[in-house]
């Protein structure tokens, strides 16, 4: 079954259209920002207070070199405020590339004539089990749009990932990338008990959509921009927005993810877990027009602008970028990354080596380096590898979630879960090198937080770790 939006009426008027492009340019174009009032928003967001559009559009409009830096170090010290040094960590794993809809960015596009794959159930649990063999956590299942990949489907792989127990592997959270549904099928994938629901709009400028879209479910814009919304009815609280850079001109892009969380915030009262903002890679038969592309210096950016711009929601920047940019961004904005991620369906378990196929891809990725090789690096430069899940056993989602996290509580747990989860890491599955440089870290996270806080029950769980037990958090 595929779910017609032309049989769905949106009766909510909740769940209309937010999106009004004149709006969004109107306020770009009149925006003339001084150097004092840069500084007055940078101020606003450091204060942690989320930046209405015309602060936005102030950070976007500066574009003096000077400036520019200012907003970077002002998104360094927003991140180091609310989030810490900790990473979160997470794979992607393709459950099926089957798809009815033309989207002429995608390698799974209905006109590319590949074999499509579905995983079977014992394929999910071959694929399952290499990721928690390399110490993964945290998944998020990606689908294609067609009719077998219903809700009931979608909830059947979200359990059947969950049953996966090896020794000390198992999934404890499962977040879904896939398709609008109706109220009914969000309901249907939410009682299997999953984490964030992510849906990227991919361009917020409805011209631009309707090029890109040629054919399928997907074309309907309106179905799309608010099927978070019907996710939100359905009693998902935790929800991932994106953008698909390189549709569009960035500038709107941000001012349209922006507005999303306005909106949320407005009808729902809290914003989105998540933003994604990928840029467009490579892929089979790419058709797209070269003119809104983003260069490496726009693209760290706008990342720094959307630190600023919403400083309580997770920023994800995945394997798409090359290392050398991940290691620019995590600096001042991404709080998420994925690692050791192969995106070929059935590509975890076949550990292939050399050039990808991008016949087997929805796109190329750029950093193809092993968990162990980024959770090292990171280690190495001091952030905190995550693979907490506590806040989803404790019910600390969607305006609970808000209720900690903005007054600044959520720092006092997440660093030492963050600290809990690195400890299993390097107990199970890293080298000697890893676990010993790992270790360091850790005393040294904890000497500082016992400056600020009790660090006694966190010295206890750190040492039960050691001694086998997995799973300890606050």
């Known amino acids: 079954m595929i779910y017609s939006p032309e049989k769905y009426r949106i009766k909510d008027q909740r769940m209309k259209p937010f999106i009004d492009p004149d709006e969004i340019w109107e306020i770009l174009e009149k925006i003339k920002p001084t150097r004092e009032r840069v500084r007055e928003v940078i101020r606003s967001a450091l204060d942690k207070k989320r930046l209405s559009l015309e602060e936005t559009a102030v950070l976007i409009n500066a574009d003096d070199p000077e400036l520019t830096e200012e907003i970077k170090e002002g998104a360094r010290q927003l991140k180091e405020k609310v989030y810490g040094e900790r990473i979160v960590l997470f794979a992607p794993l393709y459950v099926g590339d089957m798809c009815i809809n033309n989207c002429i960015y995608c390698g799974f596009r209905k006109d590319n004539k590949t074999k499509r794959i579905t995983l079977s159930r014992e394929e999910l649990i071959t694929e399952t089990r290499a990721l928690t063999g390399h110490g993964h956590k945290r998944l998020i299942l990606v689908y294609g749009e067609h009719p077998r990949y219903s809700p009931e489907f979608i909830a059947d792989t979200v359990k059947t990932v969950y049953s996966v127990k090896k020794n000390n592997g198992e999934i404890r959270r499962v977040n879904i990338n896939a398709a609008p549904f109706d109220i009914q099928g969000f309901r249907t994938i939410k009682d299997a008990g999953i984490g964030t629901f992510q849906i990227f709009q991919e361009t917020y400028?409805?011209?631009?959509?309707?090029?890109?879209?040629?054919?399928?479910?997907?074309?309907?814009?309106?179905?799309?921009?608010?099927?978070?919304?019907?996710?939100?009815?359905?009693?998902?609280?935790?929800?991932?927005?994106?953008?698909?850079?390189?549709?569009?001109?960035?500038?709107?892009?941000?001012?349209?993810?922006?507005?999303?969380?306005?909106?949320?915030?407005?009808?729902?009262?809290?914003?989105?877990?998540?933003?994604?903002?990928?840029?467009?890679?490579?892929?089979?038969?790419?058709?797209?027009?070269?003119?809104?592309?983003?260069?490496?210096?726009?693209?760290?950016?706008?990342?720094?602008?959307?630190?600023?711009?919403?400083?309580?929601?997770?920023?994800?920047?995945?394997?798409?970028?090359?290392?050398?940019?991940?290691?620019?961004?995590?600096?001042?904005?991404?709080?998420?990354?994925?690692?050791?991620?192969?995106?070929?369906?059935?590509?975890?378990?076949?550990?292939?080596?050399?050039?990808?196929?991008?016949?087997?891809?929805?796109?190329?990725?750029?950093?193809?380096?092993?968990?162990?090789?980024?959770?090292?690096?990171?280690?190495?430069?001091?952030?905190?590898?995550?693979?907490?899940?506590?806040?989803?056993?404790?019910?600390?989602?969607?305006e609970h979630f808000m209720e900690f996290s903005v007054p600044g509580f959520i720092k006092r747990y997440c660093s030492p879960n963050a600290l809990l989860t690195l400890a299993e890491y390097l107990e199970d599955y890293a080298p000697e090198n890893t676990k010993r440089k790992g270790y360091v870290l850790i005393e040294k996270k904890v000497a500082e937080l016992s400056k600020h806080q009790n660090v006694k029950g966190l010295k206890i769980k750190l040492e039960e770790v050691k001694k086998g037990k997995r799973d300890l958090y606050f």
Request: hydrophobic share 40%.
């Open 205 to 398: 400028h409805e011209p631009t959509y309707m090029e890109v879209h040629l054919g399928g479910v997907k074309r309907n814009y309106e179905w799309r921009l608010t099927a978070l919304d019907r996710a939100q009815e359905a009693g998902i609280d935790d929800v991932g927005i994106g953008a698909l850079f390189g549709l569009y001109d960035w500038r709107f892009e941000v001012m349209g993810l922006v507005r999303h969380v306005n909106h949320f915030e407005a009808v729902y009262g809290v914003g989105p877990h998540t933003i994604s903002f990928p840029r467009i890679q490579n892929a089979l038969s790419l058709d797209i027009s070269k003119s809104n592309l983003v260069d490496d210096e726009s693209f760290v950016r706008l990342v720094a602008i959307l630190r600023l711009a919403v400083p309580y929601t997770g920023l994800i920047l995945t394997a798409r970028e090359p290392a050398h940019i991940r290691d620019q961004v995590l600096r001042f904005g991404v709080s998420q990354i994925d690692g050791g991620t192969n995106i070929e369906l059935g590509g975890y378990s076949k550990q292939k080596e050399g050039e990808q196929d991008l016949a087997m891809e929805q796109f190329r990725i750029n950093d193809t380096r092993s968990l162990n090789e980024i959770m090292d690096e990171l280690i190495g430069k001091g952030y905190i590898p995550s693979f907490c899940t506590a806040c989803y056993r404790l019910g600390r989602t969607g």
